[in-house]
Structure formats: C-alpha cells, structure tokens
C-alpha cells in the first residue's frame, strides 16, 4: 500500500480517500491486509493528465470553496448541503468543537452544471421547510457514503453485515441480532463506522454522533439491510462460538465380581471396650508443680 501510494504520487490522505472512492482498486490480501495490483498502478499512471486528473478528483474543499465553485453564497451552499442535495466525503472537528464538513470538488462542480436552477431564485418548497424544521442531511449523506464504501469492499456477508450492525449502533443492532456470539463477532469484524480523519478535536460523542444512525428512515433501512446480509451469512457458516467444555472424564465401574462383593453386608465388628477412659479433646496441660503460679495457669488453658 505505502509503495503504491508512493509510486502514484499521492499523500496520504489522498490515497486513502482514493481508495475510498474507488479510484484505486485494492483488493484484499487476507487477514486484514490489502494490497494494490501493479496492472492497477500502471493503469492510473498512463490514464491522460496523471498525476493532476486523479489530484482534480480527490480534491476536497469546505462550504467556502464549494460555494466559489458553484458561484453561489455560502449560505445557499450550506443549505443545499443540509437538504442533502450535496452530500459530504470527510468531516472533522475544529478547535471550536464544530464539526466541518469536506466535499468532493468534483461533484460540487458536476452537481452546479446539472441543477442550475436551484442556484439562482428562492429555493424549493420542500428544502425551506426542511431547513425551518431544522433538519440537517449531511451526517446522514455522508454515513449512506460511507456504509456504501465498507458494503461494496466486504469479503463476505459476515463482513457486509457488520457494517449495517456498526451502522446501528450497539443497542439498535442488539434488536436486530439476539444471539450474543453473533454480536460479539459482528462487533470484532467492525465496532464502528471509520470515521475517517476526525481531527484532534473530536471527542467520544461527537464521534459516536456522526458515525451512528439517527434517522427513523435511516435506521429501519440499516435494521432492513442487516436481517438480510446476515440471514445470508448464516447459511455461508455459523458465527464462530467459545469451545464447549470437555466431558467429564468417565472412570469405569467396578467389574461385576467387585459389585457382588460390595454388595454383601459387612461383618458387623466388634470392638472390646475399652479400658481406660478416652482422653477428652482440647489442650491439657502436664500436671504442674506445686505452686501458686503453675495452679493459675491450669485453669487458664484448660477447656470444658
């Protein structure tokens, strides 16, 4: 991966987002790794205008780059964004602890030359009632990406179905998946959503926030999604399980001779009796000599 992100001239968040994207094809290596073929590399290298073509379509810019793009104030731009017609490709958390939101160049400029309509003029109906109701698409957008991203590079359903249990959240996928082991495994496969390059910033909740469903849409299509990707990974092969205890070692039983012998009574024993008393139980002490002292003593360590 490092010498093909080097040999593509690519930084490592470009690469990484290459990869994301799709730009550059990695298929899995097994056991967590990948790896990038060398027919891949020379593809994207003789491809017309490399190295800048694949830099143009990982470019990623703020609300105030993407309106410049689109010739439009950042207000409309943020709001179009909220009305999820722009969907966001990375976030992070500034120093103010606001979440800023990353998009693709590319599709800001596309989306502008497709919809020129909605960049001049009052915006539709449904976007300013959206936008009254305070609602806000662009975590939603870009979770949908992302979830998208993970589904199409999964290995298998086990793989595809942790992914919408990551996307659920612990207890919305406790709903979704009763058996404890299959939780356990889906949870080792993918605990959560990457989110990416969050920033130094970003704390535990405003993390969980931004890579956990929260849309009733959103959730039911996740709940949807996993019931099938795992009713698919059950018939592929069972979710793996702690090793039964071992058995109870058997002893065999005593052969029949044996069994007829312990069967008869025992010959009642009789004991002479005995002669002279038991001693009692406790501590004694040796008869002491005659003297004041000693005699206190007795009576102190002997027992009832």
């Not at 987002?17 to 990948?34: D, S």
């Not at 003029?121 to 992302?146: F, K, N, T, Y």
């Not at 612990?170 to 989110?195: C, K």
Request: aromatic residues 6%; proline residues 8%; glycine residues 8%.
């Amino acid at each position: 991966m490092n010498r093909a992100r080097e040999e593509l001239e690519l930084e490592a968040g470009e690469f990484e987002l290459a990869v994301q994207l799709g730009e550059v094809h990695v298929p899995p290596a097994g056991q967590g790794r990948w790896r990038v073929m060398r027919e891949e590399v020379d593809r994207l290298r003789t491809a017309e205008g490399y190295p800048q073509s694949l830099r143009d379509r990982l470019r990623v810019v703020g609300s105030g780059d993407g309106a410049e793009l689109m010739g439009v104030s950042r207000d409309r731009f943020v709001k179009l964004a909220k009305g999820g017609f722009i969907r966001p490709v990375r976030w992070y958390v500034n120093r103010y602890r606001a979440v800023v939101w990353m998009y693709l160049a590319d599709e800001v400029g596309q989306y502008a030359r497709d919809h020129p309509e909605l960049l001049l003029g009052r915006l539709p109906v449904a976007l300013r009632s959206a936008l009254d109701e305070s609602e806000d698409h662009r975590a939603r957008g870009w979770r949908a990406r992302r979830a998208g991203q993970l589904v199409r590079d999964a290995a298998d359903a086990w793989e595809e179905a942790a992914v919408w249990a990551a996307l659920l959240g612990t207890d919305g996928a406790a709903e979704v998946v009763p058996d404890l082991y299959e939780r356990a495994y889906l949870r080792r496969l993918r605990s959560g959503l990457p989110p990416g390059r969050p920033g130094e910033f970003a704390s535990r909740e405003a993390i969980d926030a931004a890579i956990t469903a929260d849309h009733p849409d959103e959730i039911a299509l996740a709940r949807l999604s996993l019931a099938e990707a795992l009713d698919r990974a059950r018939h592929e092969r069972p979710a793996p399980r702690p090793a039964t205890a071992a058995e109870p070692e058997h002893r065999p039983g005593p052969r029949p001779e044996q069994r007829a012998h312990r069967s008869e009574p025992r010959p009642e024993s009789r004991t002479e009796p005995c002669q002279e008393p038991r001693p009692r139980r406790g501590w004694r002490l040796h008869q002491p000599a005659n003297s004041a002292r000693t005699g206190r003593r007795k009576k102190l360590f002997r027992r009832a």
